[in-house]
């Protein structure tokens, strides 16, 4: 009889197998887990453990296994959801993912205003022409204060030159003879002033290599960071990344061609460069700086890894101690430049907010006036000159916006991270154009269109608010910074075109039958405060829709309300009982009533412009 070795008999191992036994990996919170438990050890270990009821020392077992599931279970899936930015709660990680976004925080975004300026000057001859003296047009310097009349601040941004000529010698300015003094002449010149506040901030710098140094301003809400200088009068360049070395730097053209172009740009080395970063906590900008040694002359591109290596040369049989410093591989002057023993002079402006977008006519004070006239000009005729200057702002203040919550925030950023710096989809366009610094203002709301007469074409209707939060017709001045803001980031073959999105004014009026019991007035009040906060124009898009079932819903979840008898929603133009809806459309809601969802021009947003006398009800 042959045996076969090789094979084990079954039977004779069949002992050593180890039972296969069930379990459930699906349970995710303490009851699940201390059932799966519970079933689990009466079916395995009902021999040793038969009492499991609470007071037990089974039970006592089951609930910590079962407590413990539920801890890992619930720390599992926070931690999962805070890989996500649409389910990130801590402040640490949004912030986190914001920035791999590239999404870049900003605070509060002051308000652009276009300043018009009058002084008085007197006339000469020149040939056969009686014109203002062009000797004594004086230059209003940058940094000159107004004020207007609710107390808000104004700074001018660039220097207005009053005597400034074409190439021609023909002045740029308007003028026209005064009225009351046929030898005086009336001047004026249109200059751009922001409501964000210029400081100015000194830091100490030790003589100690650190790289990446960080700095923080004190302010909150900074815009803009003007100027960065060392006491060595080296000049900071704030770039994008730190590996980005040139930047663009503006001259002023004096060349014929300067009444065409005024500015030139020049490609500049930047060696010494930094990085802006904002904290949404805090409100707080941090400044950092590059890597490098200003004392090494390291200006490799990429590091040389020899530096570092073991030094092994010829045939050595013992090997003495070394010490190897990976850090000097971050002393490369490839991302910049780290200050050391000097001190940095920061110039920034910050501040902002929907209480700098003023009204016309509002700017009409100067608190400080800053003049350089024409060394040839006598002390009298300064003083005349200079009494003379008056402001005013023939348009509104706009661009001045609150800080974005973080909703604004978590939305930009799911378009931002995929559009790469350039613009393909609409998603990446208006994600670029929340985007925007906010030292050029900043846009309330964006809509996107195609445009049917050019298929290369897509249309961008914004919108502004003024002070009070109102909707307002964007200004000139932010449209031509968001167009030169697009400009660089458009593919060549598109184009955008910018329009304003009017408002849509509505009122609601609605009938409800109160309960007898209840106060019929407190029940209004109630319902017109819900409907004020639900139709917030915060609330509401460019082309957003407005379902009335919303608005009855809200009226029935009202304590107090038996059922609704009418809801009814009227368009307001013109000036309707004093109340001005200047700019608004008007529109039929009856043909634009879908079902129950009223849909608003195109390219227009809802807004009801005055919920206190707009939302009315009516109780039977």
Not at 71 to 78: F, K, N, Q, R, T
Not at 265 to 278: C, D, E, G, V
Not at 415 to 440: E, G, H
């Amino acid at each position: 009889m042959a045996i076969d070795r090789g094979r084990p008999n079954p039977n004779s191992i069949k002992k050593y197998i180890k039972k296969v036994k069930n379990r459930s990996y699906l349970s995710k919170d303490f009851e699940s887990f201390r059932t799966e438990l519970l079933q689990y050890a009466q079916a395995h270990f009902s021999e040793n453990i038969n009492d499991f009821t609470d007071a037990s020392v089974g039970g006592l077992l089951l609930d910590m296994a079962a407590y413990i599931g539920d801890s890992m279970s619930y720390y599992l899936d926070h931690q999962f959801s805070e890989l996500s930015l649409e389910t990130a709660v801590e402040t640490k990680n949004i912030d986190r993912l914001l920035r791999q976004a590239g999404v870049k925080y900003m605070g509060s975004s002051p308000a652009i205003a276009e300043i018009k300026m009058f002084l008085r000057v007197g006339g000469v001859m020149e040939g056969t022409n009686f014109s203002p003296n062009k000797n004594y047009l004086p230059t209003v310097k940058a940094g000159t204060t107004f004020l207007s009349s609710a107390g808000i601040k104004f700074e001018l941004l660039d220097d207005v030159e009053f005597g400034k000529t074409s190439v021609n010698g023909d002045l740029l300015c308007e003028y026209k003879i005064a009225d009351d003094n046929s030898s005086t002449f009336i001047v004026t010149k249109t200059g751009y002033a922001t409501s964000a506040s210029d400081t100015t901030e000194t830091f100490i710098i030790p003589d100690t290599f650190v790289p990446f140094r960080k700095i923080t301003l004190t302010s909150t809400n900074v815009s803009e960071i003007i100027s960065i200088t060392d006491s060595e009068l080296n000049e900071y360049y704030e770039v994008e990344s730190l590996s980005q070395d040139t930047v663009f730097k503006k001259f002023k053209n004096t060349g014929k061609d300067r009444d065409l172009v005024s500015d030139s740009l020049k490609l500049t080395p930047a060696p010494y460069r930094f990085i802006a970063m904002s904290d949404r906590t805090t409100g707080k900008t941090t400044i950092r700086f590059g890597s490098g040694d200003a004392d090494t002359l390291d200006d490799d591109i990429i590091p040389d890894p020899s530096e570092l290596a073991l030094p092994l040369f010829g045939d050595r049989k013992t090997i003495s101690r070394f010490s190897l410093d990976p850090n000097l591989l971050l002393k490369t002057k490839t991302l910049g430049i780290s200050p050391k023993n000097t001190t940095l002079t920061v110039r920034y402006r910050s501040g902002g907010g929907l209480d700098g977008n003023v009204g016309s006519n509002q700017i009409n004070g100067i608190k400080s006036l800053i003049v350089d006239f024409n060394d040839s000009v006598p002390i009298t005729d300064m003083i005349s000159i200079r009494s003379s200057i008056d402001v005013t702002n023939e348009l509104p203040a706009a661009g001045g916006e609150n800080p974005p919550t973080l909703g604004e925030l978590k939305s930009i950023a799911l378009s931002y991270r995929n559009a790469q710096s350039r613009i393909v989809t609409k998603q990446d366009l208006i994600s670029r154009i929340y985007m925007m610094p906010s030292n050029f203002g900043r846009v309330f709301r964006v809509g996107i269109k195609s445009n049917n007469s050019n298929p290369l074409a897509t249309t961008v209707a914004i919108a502004s608010r003024n002070s009070e939060g109102k909707l307002i017709i964007s200004p000139d001045t932010l449209k031509n910074n968001l167009k030169e803001y697009l400009n660089q980031y458009r593919l060549i073959t598109d184009a955008i075109d910018i329009v304003d999105a009017l408002p849509a004014n509505i009122a609601i009026e609605y009938s409800i039958v109160a309960n007898p019991t209840m106060n019929k007035n407190a029940v209004i009040s109630k319902i017109n405060a819900d409907i004020k906060s639900f139709t917030m124009i915060e609330n509401f898009q460019i082309d957003q829709p407005l379902i009335i079932s919303d608005i009855a819903n809200m009226i029935l979840n009202t304590n107090g309300v038996i059922s609704v008898v009418s809801i009814e929603i009227k368009s307001l133009t013109g000036t309707v009982s004093g109340r001005s809806y200047l700019n608004s459309v008007g529109f039929n809601t009856s043909l634009n009533n879908d079902r129950g969802i009223i849909h608003p021009p195109k390219g227009t947003i809802f807004e009801i412009r005055y919920p206190n006398t707009d939302i009315k009800g009516k109780a039977i």
